[in-house]
């Protein structure tokens, strides 16, 4: 009778572990690794290496920012110029604006292809300094521009090759920009996911942009023309950019457009935070409160990178993953990040 009614709360308490297990795995597994410009930590960004290198790392979802050339096509670029990650001043001198840049919108497709890409550097007394000096050397081996349309089809043929199903992340690059010079390029980008398969909200894609203003054309005009529902999200850099989101109801107001926000991860974690006193914000609670995710930028293993407040790298996604209770990180290191989430 005792040894039964024994066998019957063991049975009753292992129950509870093996629930619990399983609910602690699936929360982990929610958490997903974004590689930000791809494995930009070790090569050159939005390169087709550093897309390839991040799908083998493990990363969730492969990042692409998205700019338009002279002649429509879409291209993977970070910046709307092309003179911080390109040799476009020394193929192209004539080019140059009066501003002293070089701008995408000012090439055609066959004029980006005769450039070499690099790790992306500042021009000091006339010569190259890299941003990150322990990053890919610039000049040595070849890289250049992909085409968006070259890098999706590379993540979806290594996700036929290798049967995993890495998620791309797109974001509209300057589209108020683009719009004064007459491309609609939120349109052209929606139009080329649709072609390639991304339709609704089910498909491994997250659109994002940091102009709230182009998000809700996308919603409201260009995916019902379109018929596509993809994921949307609000990327923002702080409380100045739309202080309105910061108050009581703006989440509420965010998620009627978006089903994710991207902010600068100060706006999770206070920068002000020390080892002893960290300050989680309130903002993950009201993004989530209101149906939304939150997918922070951009966590870096460089000198200099890793806040105060944080003993290493790994304890920063410690903080920000489980005590700030964030979705997803932008990293240049998914190698690193995919390796904490497994390890814990």
């Known amino acids: 009778m005792h040894s ?102 000012d090439f055609t497709l066959a004029e980006v292809r005769q450039l070499r890409a690099s790790e992306g550097f500042d021009i000091e007394n006339g010569e190259k300094k890299q941003g990150y000096a322990n990053r890919f050397p610039i000049g040595e081996s070849t890289f250049s521009v992909p085409t968006l349309s070259e890098e999706i089809e590379l993540i979806q043929g290594m996700n036929k ?44 894609v997250f659109l994002q942009t940091f102009s709230f203003e182009e998000l809700k054309i996308i919603h409201d005009e260009i995916m019902p023309a379109q018929g596509v529902d993809l994921n949307l999200v609000q990327l923002i850099g702080g409380v100045s950019s739309y202080p309105w989101m910061f108050e009581e109801d703006g989440m509420d107001k965010l998620s009627a457009f978006a089903d994710g926000v991207g902010p600068e991860k100060g706006l999770v974690v206070s920068r002000d935070s020390q080892k002893a006193n960290i300050q989680v914000s309130d903002f993950v609670t009201r993004a989530h409160a209101a149906g939304m995710q939150v997918h922070p930028y951009t966590y870096r293993l460089d000198p200099g990178q890793v806040p105060d407040y944080a003993n290493s790298y790994e304890d920063l996604l410690e903080i920000h993953y489980f005590r700030a209770d964030i979705d997803g990180v932008f990293t240049d290191f998914p190698d690193r990040a995919v390796e904490f989430l497994r390890n814990r």
């Open 4 to 105: 039964s009614r024994f066998r019957s709360i063991a049975a009753k308490a292992i129950g509870v572990l093996l629930m619990t297990a399983t609910l602690s795995t699936q929360a982990q597994s929610q958490k997903v690794v974004i590689a930000h410009r791809g494995a930009s930590g070790y090569l050159p960004e939005h390169t087709l290496q550093a897309k390839a290198m991040a799908f083998a790392m493990g990363a969730d979802y492969i990042e692409q920012d998205v700019v338009m050339t002279s002649d429509d096509h879409l291209i993977v670029l970070h910046d709307i110029t092309l003179d911080r990650t390109t040799d476009v001043a020394e193929r192209f001198p004539d080019r140059v604006r009066d501003d002293g840049r070089y701008y995408a919108i």
């Open 161 to 204: 090759s290798t049967g995993k199903n890495v998620g791309i992340y797109p974001e509209i690059k300057g589209p108020e920009f683009h719009r004064e010079a007459g491309k609609d390029i939120s349109s052209a980008v929606v139009r080329m996911l649709k072609s390639y398969g991304y339709a609704s909200k089910q498909d491994k």
